[in-house]
Structure formats: structure tokens, C-alpha cells
């Protein structure tokens, strides 16, 4: 066990490192996310930049070092996302690679896969994709229709996946397919691929979002073959393991690579966008109503925030059991579509411009902010299917 | 830009504390016997009351030398959070923050009283002349010999055992303290208050000054400080009746059927019920965040954010729930029966004590955006 010495020094190393590395204003629009690469500028940039955090040592670093990690203990890559967090540094792009694929293998993958994959998610080289939801199947993972036909020493796809983030670009993607329609449980006919994105017959479509950028596709397979070794575990075991990858979501401590998957956006930020910006004459920081509303705003980020750690005080939780968790991703997603929101409002006569102005305030930032926060209050399960589940397992209301 | 704390502890003393407390209550004080005592002129159960002084409640955050347990402020908020679940109303409230404004005078002479107080006398503190809960200014003064002015929405005094008189004295402030005895029928006024669990008065004081005990010391402070501490209990409280009244809104959406199904069924009644909850959880969080900063001497920043943000949100849900409370149980709703109205008056009561939710946000502006 690192002693808190250790830790301490470590901190400051990757501070004063990154402090010294950070990357200069590109010129260029840079991704808030992992969710919006949409052009080989913006792709060749945070590659270099994740290639030289791992060069670096700051990436992996909990992985084993026979494939590119440091074997260290989590703590030191926990501490050194929070100083990438602190220090705003660009994110590390690979997102699925580095917090889905990466763990996943790195867990129960084999000694083949491991030497073959993990590296390479590492240093940016190989870009990972995810093939887990259908256009049809939006909140029902377990639905999944894509199909996987065995045939000899191959799978045959036929079938489509949509809100492939990098799908164009990626080497490869975690694919779950039906390799067994007829399956008693419609969990057990599913499987886990580690699937080529380079061949015949698979085809990923970018997706132009409502901000105007690119970033997801929708990925057709079309009598795609791809080798048999490509399945991971056995045949009808792949919801076990996609349901697998949803827990290296909780960072490095639960196995994640680390890095930033996005960009930072705290109260402070906007509070940071308003100064100095006049409303009627004077100050908008000064005006009451802007500051009755600035706090509304505040107070819902703070009572979220304590709220994640009163979850873990037993009697602060016995009104509503199970209220805190189930509501957090509903909370925060709604506290940051409203806060991005009243950002460019507040932003008077510029508001009305965006990323290509060059009067737009901090190049249109708000305005794309605010148009993304509707993947958080879409993705993962839509606020209001959200608030089913917490009204019928929290409140116990019919269904 | 330092927005205040996010820490929040809970020791095991104030887990049992939390415990006692709730079930204690919830004996004392069932729903029809909020109800019996709605119309009652005292207002609250004697022995409901003496329970509370056993339990040592009345001197919680006064020190030992005093006679209290000297628990600290934050064993207040999962007393006073119990205490709002049941909609029990005794002279709790008062007395504890009569002597807490006592207490943060500094003044020796206040001794004696924490010694009552912590022993079970009732108190308050008459701390407004006006509407505005934010107003600086007395008219009441000890000039001549004679302590005289008026006081509005002076809660329990009625019962009022220790009564304390913020009034200026050759300048500056000063509380007068008297014996509810010295304040005769005739100079008081029953105030007919929304919230038909409280009991409060107008009183008009013309006294001999050698009559009185003067509390110097620092009187600004210890008024203000006693305000934002009332403002927490109050959010406490509130916090308390929202959890019941979401609880009673849900039993009626899980029994009631309307065109062949349970209401509780319908999204339009299931999506306001989780807002009304996630309200409340975060109501919650803030209570329990300003009740880990509160201590015992001078309230630090972080305190004066938590105590601002928790009123402003915790009156808030209250008013939400309880306005929602009456509109989903639809006519039943509408009558006097129905319990969402304790729940709504309560809210209405609860919003304006201590500064409404603007009031404090108001005060928190000046906190985190203004330059020290």
C-alpha cells in the first residue's frame, strides 16, 4: 500500500506535468466528449495527446504492465483523472477501449486477447466501438435483434446498430448479437463479440447531431463475416458480460484505463462566463433576478452533490430506500440541461450566436453544452423512464 | 469561487438520537391527535411536552455548566425532522432558540436562564416587529425607566414562561428578559395562525425597567445568528412533513380508482410524485449538510451557506408537496377532512418563518458572488 506521502508526491507530479504538457488551443473545435470526434483533425489531435498521457505514464497505469499498464494500485490513476480534471486537459478519446472493452478483457478475456487488444486501446492506436443498441430497441438491451449465424469457421451479421460513437473511425467494436432466436429467455440467445470493424458488409453511417456535429453512426451489418475466435465466452452468455462492462463505468478503482471522458462543466464555469457581461447597464452579476435564479441553480448542485455521500449514511436513508441511487442520473442530468440552459440565456444578444461567430461566447461553448446535455437526459435510459422506475421501486406506485 | 461544503457526518449518537426521536413522536403525536388538538387553546399536549424535558430535548445544545448535554446544534436537525414528520408542535422550537440567542450574547447574566431553560421552563424570543423578517430596525426601547414598544408573531408566548425582548437601550441592542407573568392579558393578542398546529401573539409592553434582566453583549450577532438557526430547525421541520405528506399523497395514488385503474398508475400523478421526492431528498442532504457545519460558537461561512441554502429548498418542497397533496387527492382534497390540508398550511406557515426562500437566496448571493 502506497503511504500518503507517495500518494502526495504523485499528485503533484502529474500536476506539475501536466501543467507543463497541456496541450495549446488547437484553433480548431475540440469534442466536449468522447461522443462528438467528427473529423481526422479533431481525431489526430486527441490522439497524440492520449498517446503522450500514456507515454507519460498516466494512462493504464492499474493495468498490467506485460500489456502496456504499470500494474500500480488504482489510487495513483484515480489521482492522476482528478488532476487531468482540475488541470482541464483534453480528454482521452478511447473512451470505449479504455472504460468498456479494455477492462472487460482485461478481466476475463484470455491470454490471446489480452496481448492482442489491450496495448493498443492504450495508445489510441486501436479505436473500440460499441454495438449494443438497435434503433428499435432503445431502452431494452435485452431485445437485441442483430444476428449472428454461425457458419464453419465464421459468424455471418446481419442486422444494425445504432449511437456507434466513433463507428466510422474504430478498429474495432463490442458487439452483442443474437446467435440463438429461439432461446427460452431472450437474454440467453445473446453473445459477446470482440468484432472487426474493417470488413466487407459492415458499414457505419455517421449521425449528424442536433448541435451539427458528427460523433455517433448507425452500423449496418450486411452478410458481414467475421472469424468464429471473435466471440468472447461461450455462445448465449453475452448479457452477462454487457452487463459486465456497465460496472467498469465507476473509473479506475473498478478497472477503467482512466482519462477524462468529458469535458468539466461545473456551476463555477458559468459563473466564470458571466463575468463582466452587462444587462441593463449594469453588472448581470449584480442583478437580483439573475442572482435569485444563479442560486436556485446552485443549491440543486450542491444537494446532489451531498447527496451522493448522505447515500452511504444507513440512517439518512430510511425514508425512501433506494431514492438516492436510483436518482442520481435522473438529477444530475436534469440539473445540467437546466444550468446549460440558463448559461446562454444569460448570455444576452451573444446567445443568440454559436460555434463558427467569432463574437460567440467561448466559441459557442453554452450553446453546444446545453444542445449535448440531451444525450445524458436521453442515453441511459430517458428522465422519464427514469422516473417510472424510481415511482414504482422507490414509491411503490402501480405500473 | 469556494461554494461551501459538501461533507456530511452522522454520528452514531445522532443515528439513535434520529431513532428515539421518531418513534417517540410518532406515539405522542398520531394524526387525529394533531387534529384534536387544532382547535385547542393551549395547543400542544402538556405531558407530549414534559416527555420532551425528560428526554433532556430542551437543553440538548446548552453546555453541561448550564445543565444541558451540550450535543451540539446539529442534534437538532434529526430532532426537529422527526418532530415535522408528526406535525408535533410544542414550545420546543422557542425555547430551544430562545436559548441559544441567550447563549450567543456572551453575557454572564444570561447563565440563570440557560439554567431554566435546560430544567424545563418554556421560553421565546419576540424577534419581529413588522413584516420583514429581515428588518435591522427596533422601535421597542428601555428609555426613561420603562421598556415599551410592541412585538408581532411572538410564537408561544402564551405559555411563555422566560420572554425575551430584543428592544435598543442608549443606542444599541440589548434583550430584555421578563417572566411571562409581567405581560398581562390585556397587552396580549392570540394571532389566528395559518398553520392551526402553532400558537403565537402580538404583545404591547409597557414595563418598569427595574422590572426587567438586560442582556448585553453581542446582541446583533447572537440575534442574527439565532435567526438562521431558527431558519434551519424550521427547514428541518419542513423536511419532516414533506416525507409525510408525500407518504399520505402515495397511499391515496395506490387505493384510489379512477376510470378502472389506480390513479397511482397515471404518469401524470407518478412524474410530480418523484419530483416531489427528489425535493426532498435533496431538502434533506442540505438539512443534514448544515447540521455537520453548526457548532456551538460563532457560525463560520460555511455554516451561514448550508443554513440559507437548507431553508430555501426545504420551504420550497414543502409547499410543492403540500400544494401537490391537495390537488391529487382531487375533491377529497378539497375538504377540511382531508389531511393534505394540515400538510399545506404547514408549508404556508413554514415558508415565511425565519425569510422566505427568496430571503435567504438573497443571502447566499452575497456569499459566494460578492468579494469578501
Given at each position: 500500500m502506497a503511504t500518503q506521502q507517495q500518494l502526495e508526491n504523485f499528485r503533484q507530479d502529474v500536476a506539475a506535468w501536466l501543467q507543463a504538457n497541456k496541450p495549446a488551443d488547437p484553433g480548431f473545435l475540440l469534442p466536449q466528449s468522447f461522443m462528438e470526434v467528427g473529423s481526422e483533425q479533431q481525431l489526430d489531435f486527441l490522439r497524440e495527446w492520449q498517446y503522450k498521457l500514456w507515454s507519460a505514464g498516466y494512462l493504464g497505469m492499474a493495468w498490467p504492465s506485460e500489456y502496456g499498464g504499470q500494474g500500480a494500485e488504482p489510487v495513483f490513476q484515480s489521482i492522476a483523472d482528478k488532476e487531468m480534471s482540475r488541470a482541464a486537459v483534453p480528454i482521452a478519446f478511447n473512451v470505449i477501449g479504455l472504460g468498456w472493452a479494455g477492462p472487460l478483457i482485461n478481466d476475463v478475456g484470455t491470454e490471446e486477447e489480452k496481448s492482442l487488444y489491450l496495448k493498443g486501446i492504450l495508445t489510441g492506436e486501436d479505436i473500440w466501438c460499441q454495438g449494443f443498441s438497435e434503433p428499435d430497441h432503445g431502452s431494452d438491451l435485452g431485445s437485441a435483434q442483430c444476428r449472428a449465424e454461425r457458419d464453419g469457421d465464421e459468424y455471418v451479421i446481419n442486422g444494425s446498430k445504432i449511437w456507434t460513437t466513433m463507428g466510422n473511425y474504430a478498429k474495432y467494436m463490442i458487439l452483442l448479437a443474437r446467435?440463438?432466436?429461439?432461446?427460452?429467455?431472450?437474454?440467453?440467445g445473446l453473445s459477446f463479440f470482440l468484432s472487426p470493424m474493417k470488413v466487407p458488409g459492415i458499414d457505419p453511417q455517421p449521425i449528424r447531431k442536433l448541435t451539427g456535429e458528427y460523433g455517433f453512426t448507425q452500423t449496418y451489418f450486411n452478410d458481414a463475416r467475421i472469424p468464429a475466435?471473435?466471440?468472447?465466452?461461450?455462445?448465449?452468455?453475452?448479457w452477462q458480460l454487457a452487463m459486465q462492462t456497465l460496472q467498469y463505468e465507476r473509473g479506475a478503482e473498478a478497472g477503467a484505463a482512466g482519462g477524462l471522458s468529458m469535458v468539466r462543466i461545473a456551476f463555477e464555469d458559468m459563473i466564470e462566463s458571466l463575468q463582466g457581461k452587462q444587462r441593463d447597464g449594469s453588472e448581470v452579476l449584480q442583478d437580483p433576478v439573475v442572482r435569485d435564479e444563479l442560486m436556485q441553480l446552485l443549491i440543486e448542485d450542491k444537494a446532489i452533490s451531498i447527496g451522493e455521500k448522505r447515500a452511504h449514511i444507513g440512517a439518512l436513508n430510511n425514508d425512501f430506500r433506494m431514492a438516492l441511487p436510483l436518482s442520481t442520473k435522473l438529477r444530475w442530468t436534469e440539473h445540467a440541461r437546466r444550468m446549460r440552459q440558463a448559461a446562454v440565456r444569460l448570455q444576452g444578444s451573444d446567445g443568440g450566436l454559436y460555434v463558427q461567430d467569432p463574437d460567440a461566447v467561448q466559441g459557442g461553448f453554452w450553446q453546444r453544452a446545453y444542445m449535448q446535455s440531451f444525450s445524458a437526459t436521453i442515453?441511459?435510459?430517458?428522465s422519464q423512464v427514469q422516473a417510472n422506475i424510481i415511482a414504482e421501486h422507490v414509491l411503490g406506485l402501480p405500473k | 469561487m469556494d461554494f461551501g461544503k459538501t461533507q456530511i457526518s452522522f454520528s452514531e449518537e445522532q443515528a439513535m438520537l434520529l431513532d428515539a426521536a421518531q418513534g417517540m413522536c410518532a406515539d405522542l403525536s398520531p394524526i387525529d391527535q394533531v387534529r384534536s388538538l387544532l382547535e385547542d387553546d393551549k395547543g400542544y399536549d402538556e405531558n407530549a411536552w414534559r416527555q420532551m424535558v425528560d428526554m433532556g430535548w430542551t437543553g440538548l445544545a446548552l453546555p453541561e455548566s448550564s445543565g444541558?448535554?451540550?450535543?451540539?446544534?446539529?442534534?437538532?436537525v434529526p430532532l426537529f425532522e422527526s418532530l415535522g414528520k408528526s406535525l408535533l408542535t410544542t414550545p420546543l422550537m422557542s425555547t430551544v432558540l430562545a436559548g441559544e440567542c441567550l447563549r450567543r450574547t456572551g453575557d454572564v447574566g444570561a447563565h440563570a436562564f440557560l439554567e431554566q431553560i435546560a430544567a424545563g421552563a418554556k421560553a421565546t424570543v419576540a424577534f419581529v416587529e413588522t413584516d420583514d423578517w429581515g428588518a435591522q430596525h427596533l422601535d421597542t426601547r428601555i428609555e426613561a425607566g420603562r421598556l415599551q414598544g410592541s412585538k408581532r408573531h411572538v410564537a408561544d408566548a402564551a405559555d411563555a414562561d422566560i420572554i425575551v425582548i430584543p428592544a435598543m437601550s442608549e443606542g444599541t441592542k440589548v434583550l430584555a428578559v421578563l417572566s411571562g407573568n409581567q405581560i398581562d392579558a390585556a397587552c396580549r393578542s392570540k394571532h389566528d395562525v395559518l398553520d392551526a398546529t402553532r400558537r403565537a401573539q402580538s404583545i404591547t409592553l409597557d414595563i418598569a425597567e427595574a422590572d426587567v434582566t438586560v442582556i448585553a453583549g453581542d446582541v446583533d450577532r447572537a440575534l442574527e445568528e439565532t435567526q438562521l438557526i431558527g431558519a434551519l430547525l424550521v427547514a428541518a421541520e419542513s423536511t419532516g412533513a414533506a416525507v409525510s405528506c408525500l407518504n399520505t399523497v402515495v397511499d391515496y395514488l395506490k387505493t384510489r380508482k379512477q376510470f378502472g385503474k389506480l390513479?397511482?398508475?397515471?404518469q401524470a400523478l407518478k412524474h410530480p410524485s418523484v419530483d416531489i421526492l427528489c425535493a426532498i431528498e435533496s431538502s434533506k442532504s442540505l438539512i443534514y449538510q448544515a447540521a455537520t457545519e453548526l457548532h456551538s460558537d460563532k457560525l463560520s461561512r460555511d455554516a451561514r451557506i448550508a443554513c440559507h441554502m437548507a431553508k430555501s429548498k426545504a420551504s420550497e418542497t414543502l409547499m410543492f408537496a403540500g400544494d401537490r397533496a391537495v390537488q391529487f387527492h382531487g375533491g377529497m382534497g378539497f375538504t377540511y377532512e382531508c389531511d393534505a390540508q394540515l400538510y399545506l398550511r404547514r408549508g404556508l406557515w413554514a415558508q415565511q418563518a425565519f425569510g422566505d426562500p427568496m430571503h435567504h437566496r438573497k443571502r447566499l448571493a452575497a456569499l459566494i458572488l460578492d468579494a469578501e
Open positions: 446467435t440463438n432466436p429461439n432461446a427460452a429467455r431472450k437474454y440467453d475466435s471473435c466471440l468472447m465466452g461461450e455462445e448465449g452468455k453475452g442515453g441511459g435510459g430517458t | 444541558g448535554s451540550d450535543f451540539g446544534l446539529g442534534a437538532l390513479i397511482g398508475s397515471y
